[in-house]
């Protein structure tokens, strides 16, 4: 079982028990527009996401990782590695913290350096990419702390609540020493 322990988080794999808690994330309305979801998902659906969960990255192309403030303790937020492409070494980031007051204390920080070093040390990854809202500052933030660097803007790209807004690609290339 895959588990990334930092200074105080750790990354986990999926378990059978972390079926409450990814069915209040994925229908929780407020977070569907950093998701691009557009429908709920029933308890059905996602028990059959966690049965599948074991598959390799190299199989599911994509890599959800359940962040815990301890290894015992339920998850509080999801990190993921999307969109993996082996030929080319690189794949989408994209990370959620539940609850407002588990965010900008350095939980999110702490769970994508992890994820970094995993990404490129483990898997070889040459690049990440992020795609991410340009009025999500927080996001924003986090991100080019860890040197990915914007590589366009994609105008008008999501329509939130009847308003077009723009999205911004980030990207950030391994340079091994």
């Given at each position: 079982?895959?588990?990334?322990?930092?200074?105080?988080?750790?990354?986990?794999?999926?378990?059978?028990?972390?079926?409450?808690?990814?069915?209040?994330?994925?229908?929780?309305?407020?977070?569907?527009?950093?998701?691009?979801?557009?429908?709920?998902?029933?308890?059905?659906?996602?028990?059959?996401?966690?049965?599948?969960?074991?598959?390799?990255?190299?199989?599911?192309?994509?890599?959800?990782?359940?962040?815990?403030?301890?290894?015992?303790?339920?998850?509080?937020?999801?990190?993921?590695?999307?969109?993996?492409?082996?030929?080319?070494?690189?794949?989408?980031?994209?990370?959620?913290?539940?609850?407002?007051?588990?965010?900008?204390?350095?939980?999110?920080?702490?769970?994508?350096?992890?994820l970094i070093q995993y990404a490129f040390r483990k898997l070889?990854?040459?690049?990440?990419?992020?795609?991410?809202?340009?009025?999500?500052?927080?996001?924003l933030s986090l991100f080019t702390t860890f040197g990915f660097?914007?590589?366009?803007?994609?105008?008008?790209?999501?329509?939130?609540?009847?308003?077009?807004?723009?999205?911004?690609?980030?990207?950030?290339?391994?340079?091994p020493l």
């Open positions: 079982m895959l588990t990334l322990k930092g200074d105080s988080i750790y990354l986990r794999a999926l378990e059978p028990n972390d079926l409450e808690f990814l069915y209040a994330v994925e229908n929780n309305e407020a977070i569907w527009e950093v998701s691009n979801t557009q429908t709920p998902y029933s308890r059905f659906l996602i028990k059959q996401y966690l049965k599948n969960a074991h598959q390799d990255i190299y199989e599911a192309k994509q890599l959800r990782l359940a962040i815990c403030k301890d290894k015992n303790f339920p998850a509080i937020g999801l990190i993921d590695l999307f969109d993996f492409d082996p030929k080319n070494n690189r794949a989408g980031v994209g990370i959620m913290i539940q609850n407002q007051e588990d965010r900008s204390i350095g939980i999110g920080k702490e769970a994508l350096g992890l070889n990854l040459h690049q990440l990419y992020a795609n991410i809202a340009t009025e999500n500052q927080p996001s660097e914007k590589i366009g803007t994609k105008k008008q790209w999501n329509l939130v609540d009847g308003k077009y807004k723009d999205e911004a690609m980030f990207q950030l290339i391994n340079h």
